[in-house]
């Protein structure tokens, strides 16, 4: 069990924005709610998995919506709670504790303002180990768990119980009422017991998102190489370092598509490096093959500071580093690329891990 | 012919033009107080050219009054920050994120009210205007002096945010009014800094394009104001005083478009070596790149049009040391360079030293720097090149090679060529680009807004973009056939249905000078 703090969220943020894969959303707006959140209502109490006892009622909260919305329609900080209220009503018992969906982008810092405003406890866990676009794409899901009962709800004080015949329905139907909302709205679902979050979740990803964002923090302040420790925490490669000479965006489906080419520099030099994104960078292919791809993590950073760029901020001219880490196990047996492999998502491509990659 | 003056934090310089011709060019210190330094530089200016007054058709100023005040959080009046976003927004109260020195300065007065618009122009609550008449009561019983006014989605639909204002002007007539969407771009909170900043501002604002028009008077140059904006674009002062944070950052924007002035390129990379460090920044059609991320001005994030500028610590007092391995700066001698440089008969070697020892110019005592070592001398010159070269390659745009301009003090620390440039130029009249800039800078307009392309086609509604930009440049003071659009950026937004896609247009003109002076 430990405590978190005002001052412990930035290094956060910035380790989720790296575990975001280019996804996720801008952090900020999430760090500075759960800043406030804090403020008001004091540190979060923060339990590892292990912690959680087993019958507890563990209920993972989240924005739902388009992150380029909720920097302007910004949350009332009541909507999550709303939320909370009404599942717990339907489901006629207390919620113990609250957790992370995503680990990425806001989602990360969203569930602090949960358990500040609720006063409940923080388990350190989520269910992607990465940021995905989508909410079956989880490994509970994958575990069998049931994404509902599920409550979404509003600032305007609206709140729905969705319950469905699978999880991909649910992304359906609560897509389809995040629309109505506004385009964003706070969601509480695939409520599960503690022994369920034991078996089914990705373990220690706050701690993991708080560790890369420190390291970050001291390289830079030490001149020293700020990719390095992030390298190093993930067990991630260095795939390229180049300039980004082109950026090519469309909308299809309601998402962010596009390609970015990069040129490379120094070792790299005289290859391209292509990225193929949908909100998270999904497909980077050296020079026409395939050096990683979904559900591994792709990660873009400025080379010279180590910070993540987001797939919405990337543009000509920034000297960046592609960085590939291994996702979790569970991603890589078949159900899980059935889910989130590279032809889910599209790509014609049979998934290999980013190490066999790197090893060519 | 038209007077270019740039107020800088050490000089004030000042140019007069005729047409393209620079006919006069000075640099004098700048004071305190507005007025005097700006007479005093313009006496330089005109002294002997009295026939040259009664033909000025236009005074451009740029100035750095405006960012100090906030930076130094001084002569700020109280503000009442007033949204509209209830029921949502809560969570983020406005003023929440900034330096508490700067909160505390004008008072932390914000006020949540309800409004604002959903990102496809539904309203997320009705105005209530009994509620604006309650707020508009407390901000006359606190003795607020300056009101800002932000709604979720203003840059979308600024209806309410209007009718706010009149609601607020109706009940305090005397008290000025910023409204967020005349200001910022999408994204509420920097939107709203920017505002809230603008409003405290105002008063201030007054107070020194008074103080323009004084010293004018002092003079008898019976011609109009324009103030520099950060864009590279001008405003009247009748917009300087309602929109004072336009003016940030226009130094550097203004040094830029100096620079293709006086070289004749539009499309370039410009680099102004000054004493302790040089700023490298890119335009494109005549006009400097702005910056994509928020920027930070005195600790408050705003999302305005800044100029996208890398300083790096070189310049021509950046001391050079050899002894182990080479380096240049980042510390430098700044303005004792007179002093402490070897030229100079100082004992610290700098970039000018070896600028001299290098045969690039003549300054000072060359005999003192003869003794230096012929490969330290063209190993430190490469160094300079080489960083320089860099910076400029990270600004780049576009592949390949691109011409790049060098101005201000420190030019002479380069030869005429630089790896990744097509061309080295260094122009004329480089230490006053920055008046220059201002003297000859245009008019533009902008729309900046998320639209849904459902149903639409992608021509129809660009050309609506430009045709409105173009019609805001215009009644900005543009002739109306000089006008172009200079940019447009689409950024297509996830999750958002309907195609929803960001679109900023940007268009531009010159001044209008027929008719100025009558209108003056």
Known sequence: MRRVDVDDLDDLAIGAAVLGTGGGGDPTIGKLIAKEAIRQHGPVTVLDASEVDDDALVVPSAMMGAPTVMLEKIPSGDEIVTAFEALQSYLGREITATTSAEAGGLNSTMPFTVAARLGIPLVDADMMGRAFPELQMCTPGLAGVKATPMAIADEKGNAAIIETVSNLWTERLARAATIEMGCSAMIALYAMSGRQVKDTMIHGTLALCQEIGRAIREARAAHADPIAPTLAVLAGHRLFDGKVVDVERRTQTGFARGEARIEGVGDDAGATLVLQFQNEHLVALRDGRAVAMAPDLIMVVESDTGAPITTEELRYGFRVTVLGAPCDPRWRSPEGLALVGPRYFGYDLDFVPVEELAAG | ?520
């Open chain 2, 1 to 520: 012919m038209r007077v270019g003056i740039d107020v800088g934090g050490t000089n004030t310089d000042a140019v007069l033009m005729d047409g393209r011709d620079v006919l006069a060019e000075v640099k004098t210190p700048t004071t305190p107080d507005v007025t005097s330094g700006i007479t005093s530089a313009l006496r330089a200016l005109l002294d002997g050219r009295d026939e040259a007054r009664s033909s000025i058709r236009a005074v451009m100023i740029g100035t750095t009054h405006f960012t100090n005040a906030v930076v130094e959080a001084r002569r700020l009046v109280p503000t009442a920050a007033v949204r509209l976003g209830l029921p949502a927004t809560r969570a983020l109260p406005p003023m929440c994120d900034w330096p508490e020195r700067l909160r505390s300065a004008i008072g932390n007065h914000a006020y949540l009210c309800h409004g604002g618009h959903e990102f496809d122009g539904k309203e997320i609550a009705p105005l209530d205007p009994d509620e604006l008449r309650r707020t508009a009561a407390d901000i006359a019983a606190k003795g607020i002096r300056s009101v800002s006014v932000s709604s979720v989605f203003s840059p979308v639909n600024a209806e309410l945010e209007q009718r706010a204002g009149e609601i607020l002007a109706a009940e305090l007539p005397d008290l000025p009014i910023s409204l967020s969407h005349e200001i910022g771009r999408v994204g509420l909170l920097e939107r709203e800094n920017a505002t809230i900043v603008n409003a405290c501002l105002r008063e201030l604002a007054e107070a020194i394009v008074d103080a323009f028009h004084a010293a004018l008077a002092e003079l008898a140059i019976d011609a109009p104001v324009f103030l520099s904006q950060n864009d590279g674009t001008l405003m009247g002062v009748e917009q300087a005083r309602r929109y004072p944070v336009w003016t940030f950052a226009s130094g550097p924007t203004n040094s830029m478009r100096g620079a293709a002035f006086l070289s004749g390129l539009g499309d370039c990379a410009v680099v102004d070596i000054g004493g302790t460090t040089s700023d490298v920044g890119v335009l494109q059609h005549g006009f400097p790149r702005e910056a994509a991320v928020s920027v930070d001005v005195g600790g408050v994030r705003t999302n305005f049009r800044m100029p996208d500028v890398l300083s790096i610590g070189l310049g021509g007092g950046s001391r050079v040391r050899a002894e182990d391995g080479l380096t240049i700066g980042p510390d430098s001698v700044g303005y004792e360079l007179t002093q402490k440089a070897l030229v100079f008969g100082g004992d610290t070697l700098t970039t000018t030293d070896v600028a001299v020892a290098a045969g690039l110019v003549e300054i000072g005592d060359p005999s003192r720097v003869a003794h230096l070592d012929a490969s330290l001398v063209r190993d430190a010159v490469e160094l300079i090149e080489r960083t320089v070269a860099e910076t400029v390659d990270r600004m780049k745009t576009a592949g390949g090679a691109i011409p790049v301009v060098v101005v201000g003090g420190g030019s002479v620390l380069l030869r005429d060529r630089l790896s990744g440039a097509s061309e080295l130029v260094k122009p004329d009249h480089f230490a006053v680009a920055n008046a220059i800039g201002a003297a000859i800078a245009q008019v533009g307009g902008e729309v900046d807004r998320v639209v849904a392309m459902e149903g639409r086609s992608r021509d129809d509604v660009l050309d609506e973009a430009k045709a409105e930009a173009t019609e805001r440049a215009v009644s900005a003071g543009a002739s109306p056939g000089t006008v172009r659009v200079v940019d447009v950026e689409e950024v297509p937004l996830a999750y958002v249905p309907g195609n929803a896609v960001r679109i900023r247009v940007k268009a531009v003109g010159d001044l209008s000078l027929e008719g100025l002076h009558a209108a003056g």
